[in-house]
């Protein structure tokens, strides 16, 4: 007889693990499914920051808060190191762009921008090269090592009675109107309750059990290097980041239709030159964003990587050349930055935990909320941001 769980969830990333381990810290009863028993996507490949910086409304910038609080708390409650580290954050501006409408882009952001003029920057970074940029935003950032918290996370599940099962999911289970549970390559799982947390995979995920829903992805693509004795003071992003476009773009009602046909490109690629310095001294450089309709399509990876390398070695040269590694992985967005965390339309018994744009600064405090809002306990009450970023909203 199948045992039946309070709560399975479906993806071992961050979002996965980090909800996970805070709906078993309530008291459930967790069922963790995850494909690659060795972290593969967007988590193992992120850079690791933590933007509590950057909400721009009421909402945004309350998890902001809550997500720098939680990032400091956790390492001690999870009992496990997670590189958690502030460091300075650098948004660099195009020589060719006017510095005051690019910081105008920032104006309500949640802690205001400094301005830095070319000169600073450099000093503030100075792997920068003076004659491609117009000046920097500044930002106080944080930073972590990604598979470093969802292995506390996982570890913390474990040693809460949570179970996990590396497996592939092939579909929801469904009686009625209901999500019964789900059906991977090897059996099926029964739970009481099930939330897709696939990342880039949940919208064909969902397709395979006929359930629509307005989350997409694009293919990302940068490169990992090999430990360096160069030392970066800082974090770099542009300012002007193209992949935000790309997305706000790629998910538009009228081209909605074509992300369930496969074989599309529905827009150019983007690259952004961005890049950080992990304490083992390896740094993630890139990124290049497609818009694929085909999760499973591996871009070339050659011409990629050289298109990388050509844009980080305006920006900063000395790095364009070291020797690395081309990655690919799925990011998973929705059409408005905000990330679909509830129920989905129209159905019982099964959740969407997924389409974060800034996962690590989100992600942690809306886990907490989301495993409160369905505990039984009267200590909870209802969150009232959990239900502003419900599906429901798509309409």
Known sequence: ??????????????????????????????LLIEQNPILSGATRFGYGGISYWSGTSEVTRQLCQEGIARHRQLPQELDADTEFRELDLLLTIDAEQNPDEVIAQYANCYIAPEFLGVEDACQAEPLLNPE???????????????????AAYLNALVRLGGEIAYESVVKLDQVGNKIVGVTTQQQAYRGANTVVCAGGLSRSLLKASGISSR??????????????????????????TKRCQLEADASKTNIDPLWDESGHELLPPSVDVGAIQFCDRTMKLGQLSRVLTDPNVLPNATQSENEIRAKVRQVLPKLADLKGTWYHCLVAFSHDGLPLVG?????????????????????????????????????????????????????
């Open 1 to 30: 007889m199948n045992k039946l769980y309070d709560w399975i969830v479906i993806g071992g990333g961050i979002t996965g693990a980090a909800l996970s381990y805070e709906l078993a810290q309530v008291g459930f009863s967790v």
């Open 132 to 150: 491609a940029i117009a000046g920097a935003i500044q930002f106080r950032h944080a930073h972590i090592k990604p598979p470093l918290l969802v």
């Open 215 to 240: 989350i997409y992805f694009t293919h990302a693509e940068l490169i990992e290097t090999e430990p360096t004795e160069l030392e970066m003071r800082t974090m770099v992003m542009p300012a002007d």
């Open 343 to 395: 129920a989905l339309p129209d159905l019982e018994q099964i959740y969407l935990f997924s389409g974060f744009t800034s996962p690590l600064v989100y992600v942690p405090p809306l886990a907490l909320k989301f495993a409160r809002e369905f505990s039984q306990s009267s200590v909870f009450a209802s969150d009232a941001i959990v239900s502003q970023l419900s599906p429901h909203r798509f309409g």
